[in-house]
């Protein structure tokens, strides 16, 4: 089986195609490339990905700005039953006329959620957008949201993560708080001075996964 990701930005897209060998999966090609309009995108997914087949999963990852999130306690930990639950209680987050929303929720390490969601026109765009290059995300994500998963399970004190456009402060392999934003030196000094003062979370060690360095 092969894996492939399209992993898109505001101005470029990352491809990237993995195999599945049992339990484990082995990278097969990674590229990006810039691009200016729809046209010039589809192009560029046509000549770096297969299209679909029963052998091949797509997974789309979207960019930060397009993804809405905000942090929820509710007392629910059925999966199934969290994602019915989610447009009602985001609802008051856009106008009464506003569209429909897709989203889902991530479990922070304090019990509470961090929602995201994006609007189903949006979202219905892009899937159509990927339909004319022969693909059919079975996964639609962001990638800033899976970064816990790169952090080990053993690691005590808070770190930061952080790109260009995303921070996501981990514990233990598990995110406790992650916001989509500008992450130049000085509104990330902020966020994380607010972040120590509201929750007494300290972070001393960040790191910086793609863009200018710190």
Known sequence: MIIQIIQLSGTQVTCARFQKIGKGIIPVS???????DHTELISLLQEQLQPL?????????LPPAQITLRELTLPIS???KLRELLPLELSGEIADEGP??????LPLA???????????PVAAEL??????????PEVVTCASLGW?????????EPIALVDDSALMVCSQGRPVFCRFMS?????MARTLTALELGKGIIVKTIYRLEGDPL
């Open 110 to 120: 304090d019990g509470s959620l961090l929602a995201g969601w994006i609007s189903v």
């Open 183 to 187: 992450t130049d030196t000085d509104t």
């Open 148 to 156: 816990h998963l790169l952090t080990p399970s053993e690691q005590q």
């Open 100 to 105: 429909d929303l897709a989203c889902d929720a």
């Open 30 to 36: 990674g590229s990006r490339h810039p691009y200016h």
């Open 78 to 80: 059925d999966r199934k």
């Open 127 to 136: 899937l159509q957008l990927l339909a004319q290059a022969g693909l059919d």
């Open 53 to 61: 087949t029963d052998e091949v999963r797509t997974i789309l990852a």
